[in-house]
């Protein structure tokens, strides 16, 4: 079976991991920081917001059984993507919007999906989501990874 990768931030990303841990087609996913300026940087390195990472979650997905088009659909569905350096209570750009592509198929895929859901009116702000070339994926602790899962929850209680 061959996977495909795909990075996405969306705010505290223990329920981001959640969430995609659930989709149909999804292989693996884990929690991590990227988009910074510090090589191996610690939750509390990251926490400081003065690295630059975001708190990302790394989807390897089958893309037989699931396309990027659905993981971008779950993206946009399980945030607010226009607030800026936040989701709900989280304050820092470690909660930004971001979505990190592999492929230009993945940029593109992204882009077209970003204006059609600003054009959708979906949202009353404009969207602030960043899309960037994705960069080195650091893996969070262990004891960030499945979270949720392991203290029996489902999502953060915000």
Known sequence: ?????????????WGVEATFRNVNGVT???????????DDPTYEDVCSDETGHAEVVEV???????????LLDVFWSSHNPTTLNRQGPDVGSQYRSVIF???????????????????SGRFPRPIVTQIEPAPKFHRAEEYH???LEKRGQSHCAI
């Open 28 to 38: 693996n996913a884990a929690v991590g920081y990227a988009g910074g300026k510090t």
């Open 101 to 119: 592509f592999f492929a230009p198929e993945q940029q593109t895929a992204a882009e077209e999906a970003k204006v059609k859901l600003e054009k």
């Open 145 to 147: 990874q499945r979270y």
């Open 1 to 13: 079976m061959m996977t495909e990768k795909a990075m996405f931030g969306a705010g505290c990303f």
């Open 60 to 70: 390897e997905f089958d893309p037989t059984k699931v396309r990027y088009e659905q």
